[in-house]
């Protein structure tokens, strides 16, 4: 005999409405929750009712997605862990406002799941997300020789002075694959020069004419003319650390300078790369250099071998997973790098059918046979 219609209307509307909820619960993965830290002696006092604009804060920006969120977790405790006056540093997080802004492959989550997850994990983190829109850079967006080097949230950088409050004198831009083993701290307070608007570790030593094309270095107008009358010789520096004073941004209007640069790169084939040309074309050879501590970059190993990568030579503050592979693939396909199990040791992830407690891993000692002894003198 045939179901009632009516029972059967009904029934549908459940089994939707619970995919609906699978999905939901789906789109972003579980999290433990991290030990809470809390400012020691010598800390600067909270400012009652500054909020945001409290001159005492550290503020640290970065993007927040789906794809990378596990990163960005991992990333965030190690900042907490290791900061001198975890309470006084303030996250703020630039979140697609729309699909098609997220990360690599993925649909771009609710700001507000993503806000339930950040809390859920670190109940007193103080924190905002903002929304980024991808219509305001997708037009400008070039193909690059990695797909994923075309997300819109790549470029979200160029535009913290226009999102952060006006308040906000400088910001630490990091990007989502790295981890702290420093007080972030000791990089917030980098002297910028008044002829300075960026300050982050340089690479002389690297190949810079080999970020831009032939047509860049053969065109007249282009070339070495660009780099003419800065403060130095223009070096190579990558843009996952930067301290930025987002006051001289603004007034110097380098958004703009960046756009103009990216248009260019629409008319004629400038640069193979994202969104790293264009900052290089604005900054290189006026750059604050910060020491190689605070980028310790690369460890995502070779983008075409994906070969792991040991650290440079030297102090290590900052731990940086650049490159095509993340710790985080690399342990769950059951091939990680040396050190990714130092990364692993900061991942509060929740694996799929995982029934235990939600406590954060505990932290193993960092071995000598990940990182060189001088690793941590300072």
Partial sequence: M?????????????????????????????????????????????VEGAGVCDPGLVHIAMTLDAHYLRGSMAAIYSLLKHASCPDSIFFHFLAADDDGAGGEGAAAPGIEELRSVLAASFPSLRFEIYPFRADAVTSLISASVRAALEAPLNYARNYLADLLPKCVPRAIYLDSDVLAVDDVRRLWETRLPAAAVVAAPEYCHANFSRYFTETFWSDPQLGDRVFAGRRRAPCYFNTGVMVIDLRRWRVGNYRRRIEVWMEMQKEKRIYELGSLPPFLLVFAGEVEAVDHRWNQHGLGGDNVLGSCRPLHKGPVSLMHWSGKGKPWDRLDAGKPCPLDHTWKSYDLYIAEGDSSSASAPSLTALSSSALPAAAFSW
Avoid: T
């Fill in 2 to 46: 045939g179901a009632n219609p009516a029972m059967w209307a009904a029934g549908l509307v459940v089994v939707v409405m619970a995919a609906m909820m699978v999905g939901a619960e789906a789109a972003l993965p579980r999290f433990a929750e991290a030990p809470e830290y809390r400012n020691g002696e010598g800390c600067p006092a909270a």
